[in-house]
């Protein structure tokens, strides 16, 4: 999906997160509860896997799965999986987007019934319903072969610590530029290959025409600043054994980041208003800004919503703190994952497996949805990376966010209270911002807000 | 009542027994009695989204019921050409959902390309920034006031029709001209309904939410999420997931706005017998 405001989760083995009271994961679990964290990590998942016969006998039955999802159209990759396996329907109920789709999710799983089988979750959602187990481990129903199909960031953002898959990648959103060539072209300006030639861009171009601004940085999009704090290579969150998290959202990188984006927003040389706002959409439009830092969704939304400016833009990966290693973040995507109250888990895991690894179905994905895959194999299919988009000029967009896709970084986590991470973001970094004040200085508050939400909640907090 | 109990003091019971208690992420749910209540009164978000609140209710409110006030008068007084439509248009804004108008105005009041912005810009004056710290309250004062007159104004007018008119023919006889009439019959036969819209307008500014939750996309840096109480309890449940804490707020708020309504109640009856 698009862009969502929360914030998830992941990484494999440095993190053994908390088991939090996976009772499934039975023996595995119950030993490394006595031992008290086991410095392992990678290890396979515990939980016993079930037989193929098992697996065969229960797609057979007769079986209604609920699958809660806001992706439009889904029918028609739902029906692939309904025409593979008769036996099994899935209705598909669309609970909301983004915050109220998990608030309902929630409330649902606490009430201990009327949750779904299976539901569409953002990678950084993950942790969020790790914490309170209510996800189902889809090792035993086979999800281990699917490593290597899927890209490696994205198996390691559903990864738990010991191995556990959370939930099965559906579509992803690595970090990248769009450009308006034109402007840089009528001001002399190279596409910017690192942040600093970005900053002296950002000068000259405002300083050229005061009004226009190279890019805008939206003090309400927590998750830009996830992505742009992931490719900085920043580790702001942790989670080891049950209840100890690790905030540090003030280490040097972050203020490298805030000094960097803060000392821009003081000098008045981007814009700092909030996006996917009418006047932000009317700024894309009228070519306020030069350039849109977004992720590889971002081709496709732009060219619904700037149509005036067709042909005008192309695509670059990010400006790079290190041009010698060239790295992104991720903004967006989701997964579908298992909820663990489901009474048909077989089929309710393979549904999840299926709708995302099956090449016909991941393939609509893409052509139907318009969403950026995370397997493999259409990654490199050329029929994907070789479309040449008009509305960039010919330019083989998929080809430029699919090399972007293979320099995300796969261990980057999410706090298990990603909700109040991203407030907390808001009303004190973003707010800086926007208001061109100290963000260096903010991040302190925001990692103080954090800290003492944590302790709140019963969390063990490890602070730098 | 039994579908009374079943609809009306369940919820609220329900309500009552959550705050008494604190579930963490880690470490479960336990039986913490009036805690929550104790942590609310020295909860500076919480003072502050009251006050707020408050402040608005007190700019607001005179506001708005003076102009259904006016409005209704004037109906009433027949002098009026076209009075239906007028009526009507005053009206038609309480019919566009509170969520659509904020919406619409959240568009006007834009400063980039809002209409005003632009035609203070034509006019070569400076831009009103209507998103800002300073205009906010204010903004959002107007968009209640747009959104609700009409429908104060339908209750005032509609307590005029009842006036009977040997009270109107009487005053003819003693001579008293049309401003007279308004103050001496019409003001007094209107004093209940006055209550009543006072009392309803209590409620909505102490319950403020929709208006500012839906300003906050395009001003996230003004609205924070303890901008009004009501805000503060919604953003504890469904962002914090502290909904203990949050039912403890919302009990307090209704305390606050019982406190409010019989204030009024009193102030308006010690006049009347006074």
């Known amino acids: ?464 | 009542m039994v579908l009374f109990l079943l609809m009306f003091l369940a919820p609220l019971g329900y309500a009552a027994y959550l705050s008494l208690f604190r579930e963490k992420l880690i470490g479960g749910n336990a039986f913490v009695g009036l805690d929550n209540y104790v942590t609310a009164l020295k909860d500076p978000l919480l003072r502050q989204g009251v006050l707020r609140v408050a402040t608005f209710f007190v700019i607001q409110v005179p506001l708005m019921l003076l102009l259904a006030l006016a409005f209704a008068l004037a109906l009433d007084s027949g002098l009026l050409r076209l009075a239906r439509v007028i009526r009507l248009g005053i009206f038609v804004p309480y019919a566009v959902p509170s969520v659509v108008a904020t919406l619409m105005w959240g568009y006007l009041y834009g400063p980039d390309f809002g209409p005003f912005a632009q035609l203070s810009e034509k006019l070569g004056l400076p831009v009103p920034h209507f998103l800002s710290d300073g205009w906010m309250l204010g903004s959002l004062a107007n968009i209640v006031t747009w959104e609700f007159v009409g429908y104060n104004m339908i209750i005032l007018y509609a307590a005029l029709r009842t006036v009977p008119q040997e009270l109107y023919e009487a005053a003819a006889m003693d001579g008293a001209g049309a401003w007279r009439t308004a103050w001496s019959i019409k003001l007094p036969a209107l004093r209940p309904a006055l209550l009543l819209t006072l009392l309803f307008s209590v409620i909505g500014s102490f319950q403020l939410f929709n208006e500012p939750k839906l300003l906050q996309p395009v001003a996230p840096d003004v609205i924070d999420n303890a901008y009004t109480a009501n805000l503060y309890a919604y953003s504890l449940a469904f962002t914090g997931q502290q909904v203990n804490y949050s039912a403890a707020v919302s009990f307090f708020l209704g305390l606050v706005i019982v406190i409010f309504s019989y204030a009024v109640l009193f102030i308006a009856n010690r006049r009347r017998t006074s």
């Open chain 1, 1 to 464: 999906m698009r862009r969502s405001n929360s914030t998830p989760s992941q990484s494999q083995m440095s993190r053994r997160l908390l088991l939090t009271t996976a009772g499934a994961v039975s023996l595995g679990a119950a030993l490394s509860a006595c031992g008290g964290g086991d410095g392992g990590g990678t290890s396979a998942s515990s939980a016993k896997p079930v037989s193929q016969a098992d697996i065969d006998a229960a797609m057979k039955k007769p079986t209604e799965l609920t699958f809660w999802t806001w992706v439009p159209d889904i029918d028609q990759e739902v029906a692939l999986f309904e025409k593979k396996y008769p036996a099994i329907k899935v209705k598909v109920v669309n609970a909301g987007q983004g915050v109220q789709h998990y608030t309902k999710l929630r409330t649902a799983i606490k009430a201990g019934s009327g949750a779904p089988d299976v539901a569409q979750m953002e990678y950084q959602a993950i942790p969020t319903f790790t914490i309170t187990d209510s996800l189902l481990d889809l090792n035993p129903f086979g999800a281990g072969k699917l490593k290597d199909t899927f890209v490696d960031w994205t198996w390691g953002q559903v990864s738990g610590p010991k191995g556990e898959i959370w939930a099965i990648p559906q579509d992803t959103g690595p970090m990248g530029m769009l450009y308006r060539a034109d402007i840089f072209e009528k001001h002399g300006i190279e596409p910017p290959k690192t942040w600093d030639d970005f900053a002296a861009a950002a000068r000259k171009l405002h300083k050229a025409d005061p009004e226009i601004y190279l890019t805008n940085l939206a003090g309400n999009e927590a998750a830009a600043w996830h992505g742009l704090l992931w490719q900085a290579g920043a580790k702001p969150y942790a989670t080891s054994g049950k209840g100890n998290v690790s905030i540090d959202v003030d280490d040097t990188i972050s203020k490298k980041l805030a000094a960097y984006w803060g000392g821009l927003a003081q000098e008045g040389v981007i814009g700092v208003e909030p996006d996917f706002t009418d006047a932000w959409f009317s700024a894309l439009n009228k070519g306020k800004y030069a350039t849109w830092i977004t992720a590889a969704w971002g081709p496709v939304f732009l060219a619904g919503s700037a149509k005036s400016t067709a042909g005008k833009w192309r695509a670059a990966p990010l400006p790079q703190w290190d041009a010698s290693k060239p790295s992104s973040g991720n903004w967006g995507g989701s997964t579908s994952a298992v909820i663990k109250q489901t009474k048909n888990p077989i089929a309710a895991a393979v549904f999840a497996q299926f709708l995302n690894s099956d090449p016909a179905s991941a393939k609509l994905f893409n052509t139907k949805q318009s969403f950026f895959p995370a397997t493999k194999p259409l990654l490199e299919d050329p029929s994907f990376t070789g479309a040449a988009a008009s509305f960039y000029g010919g330019q083989k967009v998929n080809q430029a966010f699919a090399d972007i896709g293979k320099t995300v970084s796969p261990d980057f986590q999410w706090p298990p209270f990603l909700d109040q991470a991203v407030t907390d973001w808001t009303e004190t970094v973003g707010t800086a911002l926007t208001r061109k004040k100290d963000a260096v200085a903010a991040l302190d508050a925001w990692q103080s807000r954090l800290t003492t939400y944590a302790k709140a909640q019963g969390f063990t907090v490890k602070t730098p």
